[in-house]
């Protein structure tokens, strides 16, 4: 099975930007589709964004749409999120999720129970 390690976050002003990384070991990546989600304090875990195994296909939650860009370099086993125009009601842990591909054909549409495999999470922390 593959394992994640989430890295990249911390704390940014309102407007800044962060980059995401999500390093795999264990599996060569190109095996599953990713997904990027997140949790709010006091609420529940929310889909951010998905790509398919080879990158030609990505998905995103319309309240980032336009302002994060997932991504992924299977040569490095490793996925990205990149997060610009940063607001406070960004500020959430964020978590890198994968899944055999094929294993769910809806993860695309941010189902949690499609993605097998969950980092530990990165806090993203953005201030006014």
């Known amino acids: 099975q593959v394992q994640l390690v989430e890295s990249g976050g911390g704390l940014v002003q309102a407007g800044g930007s962060l980059r995401l990384s999500c390093a795999a070991s264990?599996?060569?990546?190109?095996?599953?589709?990713m997904g990027w989600f997140r949790q709010a304090p006091g609420k529940e875990r929310e889909f951010v964004a998905a790509?398919?195994?080879?990158?030609?296909?990505?998905y995103y939650a319309d309240s980032v749409k336009g302002r994060f860009t997932i991504s992924r370099d299977n040569a490095k086993n490793t996925g990205y999120l990149r997060m610009n125009s940063l607001q406070p009601e960004d500020t959430a842990v964020y978590y890198c999720?994968?899944?055999?591909?094929?294993?769910?054909?809806?993860?695309?549409?941010?189902?949690?129970?499609?993605?097998?495999?969950w980092g530990q999470g990165t806090q993203v922390i953005v201030s006014s």
């Open positions: 999720a994968a899944t055999p591909i094929y294993y769910c054909s809806n993860y695309g549409s941010g189902r949690e129970s499609c993605f097998r495999y």
């Open positions: 264990g599996r060569t990546l190109s095996s599953y589709d």
């Open positions: 790509i398919n195994w080879s990158g030609g296909s990505t």
